[in-house]
């Protein structure tokens, strides 16, 4: 009795925390389907007509741009993040080098670096090296600031991978490339899912170093561009909503796309195989 009493009140906990999460999302949606007089009429109320145009008339007033701007520097960004992070943290687990203790400690210390503290040294770096206002202007310290992080989410993973999997790969003939390549990659989905996602979410909503390091209209990603789209639009507010919905579809998408594999044991599996 006890016991269900507990699992009575998680269950309505889990669901009220849904509500908190989703309804913002939601009167985001409904609103971006609505007039800007329905909307300001009523903004809980359903739209007489569905206002889809909104949505290609967001599009077309430059959110286009901002998009694939925001797509080009996020999948390099995250490419890069999951490639160095995953790289490094298997060497500092799998690998006894003298001073790997050291490398780790240094590369958490990088967790410590606020991007506001480092905003003025980037900004004169970037500027020596003539790529200020270019794509690798952001793409270059995203990176920088997410290896740490996410360096320390894969080496806690890839230490609870069982030893046995490699040492029979060695007797198969594996080297250590091929070993991280055909089989802790494989079996570590669930670790490179979140990484992605939690990365993703600081890739493409990052304002400060894209407002700072991109003048350039052109090049400008969908944070800069959502901020000068309002702007431009003045007081079509459902226009801007229609807009916000386009801006969150990769991250809600990502998430839909890769929420299964948190749950999966695959290196319970694979050990059991």
């Known amino acids: ?3 269900n009493s507990i699992a009575i009140l998680l269950n309505l906990l889990c669901v009220i925390l849904g509500i908190i999460i989703v309804a913002p999302l939601a009167w985001i949606l409904l609103n971006s389907l609505k007039t800007n007089q329905e909307l ?10 569905w206002q889809f145009g909104n949505y290609l008339k967001a599009w077309n007033l430059g959110l286009y741009k901002y998009f694939g701007n925001s797509l ?13 992070s995953s790289f490094l943290a298997y060497g500092l687990t799998r690998f006894r080098a003298k001073g790997s203790n050291l490398i780790f400690i240094i590369v958490l210390g990088g967790m410590a670096l606020s991007e506001q503290v480092a905003l003025v040294p980037l900004y004169k770096i970037l500027r020596a090296l003539k ?3 270019t794509y690798a202007a952001v793409i270059l310290p995203y990176i920088a600031f997410r290896i740490p992080f996410t360096v320390f989410l894969m ?37 490179f899912a979140s990484c992605a996602i939690v990365n993703l979410n600081f890739v493409w909503n990052e304002f ?9 209209k052109a090049l400008q990603t969908i944070p800069i561009g959502l901020m000068t789209f309002k702007g431009d639009l003045k007081i079509d507010y459902t226009t801007t909503l ?15 796309c890769m929420s299964r594999q948190f749950v999966r044991g695959l290196t319970s599996g694979a050990v059991k195989g």
């Open 1 to 3: 009795m006890k016991k």
């Open 40 to 49: 300001f009429k009523n903004s809980l109320a359903l739209p007489k007509v």
């Open 72 to 84: 080009l520097v996020s999948v390099i960004s995250l490419s890069g993040i999951l490639v160095t």
């Open 131 to 133: 790529i200020y206002d």
């Open 155 to 191: 080496r806690a993973y890839f230490i609870s991978i069982p030893r046995e999997l490699e040492e029979a790969a060695v007797v198969d003939g594996y080297n250590s490339f091929q070993i991280f390549t055909k089989i802790i990659v494989p079996i570590s989905k669930p670790i």
């Open 208 to 216: 400060l170093f894209a407002n700072v390091f991109l003048n350039n």
């Open 242 to 256: 229609a807009g916000l919905m386009i801006a969150s579809a990769p991250l809600i998408i990502l998430f839909v």
